[in-house]
């Protein structure tokens, strides 16, 4: 028989993206399907569950068209999405409402207050409450929304949405499980007291299984439609940050990567959980048994560069290339990045873009390139926050659709002052680590011998006259934020 491949499908933001990799880790095809999203009021970002599953199914069936022979072969079924996102379910099994997404800000009094009366959560829980996540998300709907709790028969998160869809098991994993400010992350398991606090019965919560487990099997129906083998495991997955690392192989103490996608992550593997609540590093478990991770966690990354571009009307890829092509230094312009809030370092919703610096010739380039500079800018906090709590920080591998742009790594590396790493495949992201667990699952191989990083295409040095130039202007980023965050509280 033919060797078996492995499908992984990430259930992002901006798009449902799949893939199916060999047994030596090639990609033999790859599909994306975009998602909309939803501002009905301010603050707010919500997206149709149902839209997921319809982008699912979409990549899903242009995989088979793409590469038939290797789809057929699929032996295993990996997920990962979106964390933090708040998906209700009815007795049917059907949503009760719009899914509230991590980038949704409309709980923020509800995370000042769990925060304030219930300060102790936080060192077992990762880090502090904050609006993005699913328990003040489950306050507000307790306030404004009752009638969605009571119909209330099980909370998942976007990713598992979809797990329901492919095998009708309610189950999770501790790494998604981590972003619902529900987990006690040392145990990997819910925790009571976090349950209480917002008025959740375990019994309305889904199964934790690790990353790597079987959680359930492709049922019959999906399978016919499919063209695969019923009874195929699907396993238990990650987060989509964490499965971008296990991806390119960072696994152990100390592997760091950044990640640009629709948001921006700076993620550290670590053995053991080690909380840092002061500085906002979200200390979550990790998509492999007995591993976690500390990871800042900044809302606005590769989504800013296609707000951008969408706003010039270019495409992303020649906007990029234009001012790659101009390479011409610092842009006279200072943006700061906030278009839907910031975490780390800053936990505020209300923070917005702001151009500082514009004139007369100021140019859609200048305009461009200092929106990548923005993003990188906030990597400067994410360090700081990190190696404020002891994490010692060398190379760092690229991850994600931005670290495309050689230009954008050269940027950050110049920040962080840390070389970093482009990886070769490093693009592929969260789908290609949901792949990986799906291989895991269905073989009981160790991680070690699947999850290896890839070649190093490029080892990106800071440059220190960019440096130099960079590190006044990030002085100025952070005291913009600083005059702006009482006007950003009066929008």
Not at 476 to 489: C, D, K, T
């Amino acid at each position: 028989m033919a060797e078996r491949t492995w499908l992984g499908i990430d259930i992002g933001t901006s798009a449902v993206k799949a893939l199916v990799v060999d047994a030596d880790g090639h990609a033999l095809a790859e599909a994306a399907e975009p998602l909309a999203i939803a501002h009905p009021e301010p603050l707010w970002s919500e997206q149709d569950p149902d839209a997921w599953w319809l982008a699912v199914e979409a990549a899903v069936a242009r995989l088979a068209n793409a590469a038939p022979g290797a789809f057929a072969r699929v032996g295993g079924i990996g997920l990962s999405g979106q964390m933090h996102g708040a998906v209700l379910l009815g007795a049917d099994d059907r949503p009760l409402r719009p899914a509230i997404l991590w980038n949704d800000g409309r709980a923020h009094t509800d995370a000042a207050d769990l925060a304030a009366t219930r300060p102790d959560l936080a060192l077992r829980l990762g880090v502090k409450p904050m609006a993005g996540f699913v328990a003040p998300k489950l306050l507000w709907l307790a306030r404004h929304e009752p009638a969605s709790l009571d119909r209330l028969s099980m909370l998942v998160l976007p990713k598992d949405y979809i797990r329901l869809k492919l095998t009708g098991e309610h189950a999770t994993d501790p790494c998604d499980a981590a972003g619902a400010w529900l987990l006690d992350e040392a145990r990997r398991d819910w925790d009571e007291a976090a349950l209480a606090a917002v008025g959740l019965a375990r019994s309305k919560l889904p199964r934790i299984v690790e990353g790597s487990a079987v959680s359930g099997r492709l049922s019959p129906e999906i399978a016919r439609r499919w063209g695969l083998d019923a009874g195929i495991p699907v396993a238990g997955g990650a987060g989509d940050a964490a499965a971008g690392a296990l991806g390119v192989g960072a696994i152990d103490e100390g592997d760091t990567i950044l990640s640009l996608g629709t948001s921006a992550q700076l993620f550290a593997s670590t053995a053991s959980y080690r909380p840092n609540v002061a500085a906002l590093v979200h200390a979550f478990a990790h998509a492999l048994p007995g591993r976690w991770f500390q990871m800042a966690a900044m809302l606005n990354g590769a989504s800013a560069l296609a707000w951008a571009a969408d706003v010039l009307g270019r495409p992303v890829g020649d906007l990029v290339a234009a001012v790659e092509a101009r390479a011409t230094g610092p842009s006279p312009v200072t943006f700061l990045p906030y278009l839907t809030g910031e975490r780390t370092p800053h936990d505020d919703p209300h923070a917005r873009g702001v151009f500082f610096g514009l004139s007369a010739a100021t140019d859609a380039l200048d305009i461009a390139r200092a929106v990548m500079e923005g993003v990188a800018f906030t990597f400067a906090d994410a360090r700081d926050a990190l190696v404020g709590g002891g994490t010692e920080i060398g190379a760092v591998a690229a991850v994600g659709g931005g670290a495309r742009s050689r230009l954008w790594l050269e940027m950050i590396a110049a920040v962080l002052d840390r070389p970093v790493l482009k990886l070769a495949g490093g693009d592929k992201g969260p789908a290609f680590g949901a792949a990986m667990l799906a291989r895991l699952a269905a073989t009981g191989e160790p991680p070690e011998s699947v999850c290896l990083r890839p070649p190093v295409e490029a080892e990106i040095r800071p440059d220190p006259a960019l440096r130099d130039a960079y590190a006044p202007r990030v002085a100025r980023f952070r005291r913009l934020y600083a005059a702006l965050r009482p006007e950003f509280a009066q929008l």
